[in-house]
């Protein structure tokens, strides 16, 4: 368990999702945070885009790339909320199936989006955390499996089209977590709190 000061701390989750995937991502966030003893507020941004960040001790963003864009609910949060999210311990959990590509230039624009975002809003989250969401082909029409099936197909990725392939990294996400609050572990150790 990795306690931050000897206390829980108290964080807000916001997601935004389209397809699903991110919300099961930010889902995952905030069960592992409770199993760290902290408090989470789980907040959709595409529902409540008016969560307070101040009222945490931190916050983890995670959103989806559809598009070349984050979803515009997101985005309009971020900017609403970055001076507060800047002032505080805050991550940021990018979400697309491009960082999962074998192709460098798509990992490389994927790595891209959260710079982008940066300059859109002036948010620069603290931890950021590049993730691959999920093919669910099972769940698409026709013209979306098979475009996405041609894509896939072009960058090594699954293309079976009669299940659903989800290539997010669960450990990772796992990872991510405990390397932020090891980090608040360390900066309250310094501050002598």
Same mark, same amino acid.
């Given at each position: 368990m990795i ?16 397809e699903g ?13 409770? @199993? ?8 959709d941004?595409?529902?409540? #885009?008016?969560?307070?960040p #101040? ?52 990992k @490389?624009?994927? *790595? ?7 300059d859109?809003? #002036?948010w620069?989250? *603290?931890?950021?955390?590049?993730c ?30 009669k ?24 900066? *309250?150790?310094?501050? #002598?709190?």
């Open positions: 306690n931050v000061g000897g206390l829980g701390m108290n964080f807000l989750v916001l997601y935004s999702t389209i995937q991110t919300r099961k991502i930010a889902e995952a966030v905030a069960s592992h945070l409770e @199993t760290q003893g902290h408090m989470v507020m789980l907040t941004a595409n529902q409540v #885009g008016f969560a307070d #101040g009222t945490s001790d931190g916050a983890i963003l995670c959103a989806p790339v559809h598009i070349g864009r984050y979803p515009s609910p997101f985005v309009h949060y971020v900017h609403d909320w970055g001076t507060v999210l800047n002032d505080m311990p805050s991550a940021f959990i990018s979400v697309s199936l491009s960082i999962a590509s074998a192709d460098e230039e798509e @490389t624009e994927a *790595r891209d989006y959260p710079v982008r975002l940066a859109e809003t #002036g620069k989250p *603290r931890f950021v955390l590049h691959a969401g999920a093919l669910k082909y099972t769940e698409y029409d026709f013209f979306k499996r098979w475009m996405l099936k041609r894509i896939a197909s072009a960058e090594g990725g699954p293309i079976d089209t299940h659903d392939h989800e290539l997010t990294n669960w450990t990772e996400i796992k990872r991510f977590v405990d390397d932020i609050l090891r980090a608040l572990v360390k900066e *309250r150790n310094l501050a #002598g709190e």
